[in-house]
């Protein structure tokens, strides 16, 4: 799951962004309205917490923008302003939902999982099937064959991802910007990696190999392969 942390205050940023990676989230950092709303329109987030008071322009001209582009991301304001007509505003704007600084860690996480859950439900694909491959995007369960498949938190969202775009050709770059935070310098070859991980989890010792190798091009799971 990816998410944006748009906050000005560094420090705070700092410390949510960790948190987040601790739990398995890719996260990406703004700290300024500019570039937040930039990142909102470059990456289809999972989810966006979003400053009110930010320089440049504010969450509420953010939220305006994004949501007249089209912008579909659940977004949570993050904000001190704890007035009923910022909270009537911030909501009324597109906004999912408002938390007020302090706020503890455990009650924004628990806030996050409710906003990813309502956003399956209202995807309305709860379970992605791709031949006798199941995958449940609320349990994180998959499934083939009658096979339980034991997934780590990267390749599950690798493989949600892919499933999602049964048939397209994936390229390496796609799947690490979706998967891993802008900051991610790690092994350049890590999709390649993950990618092995799944192979031998899902495709070995089955007739019917389901995620396939595009040379040149990337990675494609289902579809009509030549």
Same mark, same amino acid.
């Given at each position: 799951?990816?998410?944006?942390?748009?906050?000005?205050?560094?420090?705070?940023?700092?410390?949510?962004?960790?948190?987040? *990676?601790? #739990?398995?989230?890719?996260?990406?950092?703004?700290?300024?309205?500019? !570039?937040?709303?930039?990142?909102? *329109? !470059?990456?289809?987030?999972?989810?966006?917490?979003?400053?009110?008071?930010?320089?440049?322009?504010?969450? &509420?001209?953010?939220?305006?923008?994004?949501?007249?582009?089209?912008?579909?991301?659940?977004?949570? &304001?993050?904000?001190?302003?704890?007035?009923?007509?910022?909270?009537?505003?911030?909501?009324?704007?597109?906004?999912?939902?408002?938390?007020?600084?302090? &706020?503890? &860690?455990? *009650?924004?996480?628990?806030?996050?999982?409710?906003?990813?859950?309502?956003?399956?439900?209202? *995807?309305?694909?709860?379970?992605?099937?791709?031949?006798?491959?199941?995958?449940?995007?609320?349990?994180?369960?998959?499934?083939?064959?009658?096979?339980?498949? #034991?997934?780590?938190?990267?390749?599950?969202?690798?493989?949600?991802?892919?499933?999602?775009?049964?048939?397209?050709?994936? !390229?390496?770059?796609?799947?690490? #910007?979706?998967?891993?935070?802008?900051?991610?310098?790690?092994?350049?070859?890590?999709?390649?990696?993950?990618?092995?991980?799944?192979?031998?989890?899902?495709?070995?010792? #089955?007739?019917?190999?389901?995620?396939?190798?595009?040379?040149?091009?990337?990675?494609?799971?289902?579809?009509?392969?030549?």
């Amino acid at each position: 799951m990816r998410v944006l942390v748009a906050e000005d205050e560094r420090e705070l940023n700092g410390i949510i962004k960790k948190r987040l *990676e601790d #739990e398995d989230y890719a996260v990406d950092s703004a700290y300024d309205g500019i !570039s937040a709303l930039e990142y909102m *329109e !470059s990456v289809g987030y999972d989810i966006v917490l979003l400053d009110v008071m930010m320089p440049g322009i504010d969450g &509420f001209e953010v939220l305006k923008r994004y949501r007249n582009g089209g912008g579909k991301s659940p977004v949570l &304001f993050l904000t001190a302003r704890d007035e009923v007509s910022d909270r009537v505003r911030g909501l009324d704007g597109g906004a999912d939902d408002y938390l007020v600084k302090p &706020f503890s &860690f455990s *009650e924004l996480l628990a806030r996050i999982r409710v906003l990813l859950r309502r956003s399956v439900s209202a *995807e309305k694909l709860p379970v992605l099937t791709i031949g006798d491959l199941s995958l449940d995007v609320t349990s994180h369960k998959a499934i083939r064959g009658g096979r339980r498949i #034991e997934l780590s938190s990267k390749e599950y969202s690798i493989l949600e991802y892919m499933m999602r775009n049964e048939g397209v050709v994936l !390229s390496r770059e796609s799947i690490r #910007e979706h998967i891993w935070s802008w900051d991610y310098d790690g092994e350049s070859n890590v999709v390649d990696v993950y990618i092995r991980y799944l192979r031998k989890k899902i495709d070995d010792g #089955e007739d019917v190999k389901l995620i396939h190798t595009i040379r040149g091009s990337g990675y494609m799971i289902g579809g009509d392969v030549e």
